[in-house]
């Protein structure tokens, strides 16, 4: 059993910053992709941003230059740096990570959501 534990949302004027973190537990012998995905209401959860276990990154175009996805594998943890916020990034967050439990088992796991609104 993977648990991912989310952290940093909250309410931020537009043009502010918030920082969100996401820390994953439990039976981990690796894990390959993590990321964040987002979900309005009303809207399908889409993808934010991405991160590989090699540090490669990908990111949605409409937060590019104002997100930034990082990790530290060593403490299974992924962030995701939000500055220049608009009242469109409001959403629901949601931590997503890619873990191999054993030599034959990888499995997606999400965590619990963190809301991030933003006025204007």
């Known amino acids: 059993q993977v648990q991912l534990v989310e952290s940093g949302g909250g309410l931020v004027q537009a043009g502010g910053s918030l920082r969100l973190s996401c820390a994953a537990s439990g039976i981990i012998i690796s894990i390959n992709a993590m990321g964040w995905y987002r979900q309005a209401p009303g809207k399908p959860r889409d993808l934010v941003a991405d991160?590989?276990?090699?540090?490669?990154?990908n990111y949605a175009d409409s937060v590019k230059g104002r997100f930034t996805i990082s990790r530290d594998n060593a403490k299974n943890t992924v962030y995701l740096q939000m500055d220049s916020l608009k009242p469109e990034d409001t959403a629901v967050y949601y931590c997503?990570?890619?873990?191999?439990?054993?030599?034959?088992?990888?499995?997606?796991?999400w965590g619990q959501g963190t809301q991030v609104t933003v006025s204007s």
């Open positions: 991160i590989t276990s090699g540090g490669t990154t």
């Open positions: 997503n990570a890619r873990v191999r439990t054993s030599w034959y088992e990888v499995y997606d796991y």
